[in-house]
């Protein structure tokens, strides 16, 4: 190959898919100014992920999502197993997986454009609905980067379920449901039900109880490669399979989610090590605020 050769090669613009829910006045604003720096530097395709676009076939180098970590858990639903390298924009509050501000991103951009930041792979998770009624209703595949979580609908009376893993009956929760998380999901919901933080690149998965009735009922940490099953025992209560917030499915008695890992994994260019993270998101080494007298 001669160096002109290389030259050009070399020159071959980037594809970039811009995804952002756009009934959202600050991510409409953020890409109307800078959506054409994103555009002088590669080659372009915008998606409002305000509905459901279908971008699982579009062939990509980069998924650059601007909003919160929502529109990362659309966006990954959006793309389905066309699980291209997400670069996440925080146009937000908190946001774990929207790593880069605004700013942080445009001065990052020649530097992931050209390969230099290489995603991280995260594992994901796959669960698998098998209603109590198999004539009435199909099995059914979700796939998530979160959590799957089998909870109570309503606030008047609490859920019974079974946990099993790999074959062994493990113990009964009753209460307001259960959550199974990734390492990356542990920051999630299931945080905020007690369980514990997991670094991204953990190989295992959490089992934290909603509210359990019994409190003996603790979050426990299994192996990446186990199979978990949630039965539904009786319920007074409705309940449903929710997958990252993004996809609810209503369960009845007798129905089982089993959850492992999945076939496919969820890339993140990454801004921060994850020690900074928590120490900036979760204001760690804060001193405490006591107020005046």
Same mark, same amino acid.
């Given at each position: ?6 030259? &050009? ?50 062939? &990509? ?29 925080? /146009? ?5 997986? !929207? ?7 445009? %001065? &990052?951009?020649? %530097? ?37 979580? /089998?909870?109570? /609908? ?23 449901? &259960? ?36 409190? !003996? ?34 369960? !009845? %008695? ?10 496919? /994994? ?28």
């Amino acid at each position: 190959m001669t160096q002109s050769n290389k030259k &050009a090669k070399r020159e071959v613009p980037r594809r970039v898919l811009i995804l952002g829910d756009l009934r959202n006045k600050m991510v409409a604003k953020t890409l109307r100014t800078i959506a054409h720096s994103i555009r002088e530097n590669a080659d372009t395709v915008q998606f409002d992920i305000s509905g459901k676009p279908d971008i699982s076939r579009e062939s &990509a180098d980069f998924a650059f999502v601007f909003g919160g970590d929502g529109s990362i858990l659309r966006a990954v639903q959006l793309l389905r197993e066309n699980q291209i390298p997400i670069v996440g924009v925080n /146009v937000g509050r908190l946001g774990f997986l !929207t790593e880069f501000s605004v700013k942080e991103f445009l %001065e &990052a951009l020649p %530097e992931i454009l050209s390969g230099r930041r290489a995603p991280s792979e995260r594992l994901m998770i796959c669960a698998t609905l098998h209603p109590a009624r198999p004539r009435r209703r199909k099995n059914r595949i979700f796939y998530a980067v979160n959590e799957a979580t /089998v909870s109570r /609908v309503g606030f008047l009376s609490m859920v019974r379920i079974r946990l099993s893993i790999d074959g062994s009956s493990i113990t009964s929760y009753s209460g307001d449901g &259960a959550i199974i998380a990734t390492p990356t999901g542990s920051t999630a919901y299931s945080l905020s039900c007690g369980g514990p933080i997991l670094l991204p690149g953990t190989d295992a998965l959490v089992v934290t109880p909603i509210n359990p009735h019994t409190l !003996t009922n603790r979050p426990l940490v299994v192996p990446a490669s186990s199979e978990i099953v949630l039965e539904i025992l009786s319920q007074r209560q409705e309940a449903a399979l929710s997958i990252d917030g993004q996809i609810n499915v209503a369960l !009845t %008695e007798g129905d089982l989610v089993s959850i492992k890992r999945a076939d496919r /994994v969820f890339r993140l260019v990454e801004n921060y090590l994850f020690y900074l993270t928590l120490r900036q998101k979760l204001n760690w080494g804060g001193t405490p605020n006591y107020g005046k007298d």
